[in-house]
């Protein structure tokens, strides 16, 4: 099983790391995020000054609890486009991984087949072709 978790975290991580959809979408994602973290900030103080140079105590973390929870509400999006890609990555790396194996049957195997009652039963003497599933 080690060598199968390697081969499939290696092509796992190869697929999300160069998949160019997933990278825009972090991107715009933490953009928007840091976007709207900035302008909750900057609205939270405005809305905190009273006059020419006077600004209402305890203002500046009152904007800093809104604007984290404006990044927060952003960054919740995240987890819906890490959830698709990985799950993407997963099951093209799982179904190429099998279907790449080789299967070559091993003598001794019971076979049946079509016919009369004595020749629908028996048994493989050699290894089969291999046989590669499609």
Known sequence: MPLI????????????STDAAFAKD?????FKAMDKFQ????????????????????SFSAAKKIASLAYAKEMVKLQGAIADTV???VSSSVDSFVRS?????????VVVTAGSPAAQT??????SSPAVIT
């Open 101 to 109: 194996a080789t299967i070559i049957t091993p003598p001794g195997q």
């Open 5 to 16: 978790q390697a081969v499939l975290k290696t092509t796992i991580k190869a697929k999300i």
């Open 87 to 89: 799950s993407k990555a």
């Open 26 to 30: 972090l991107y715009d994602i933490t």
């Open 122 to 127: 028996g048994s493989t003497t050699s290894p």
């Open 39 to 58: 302008t909750a900030q900057k609205l939270a103080v405005q809305g905190a000054i009273l006059g020419p140079g006077f600004i209402q105590s305890g």
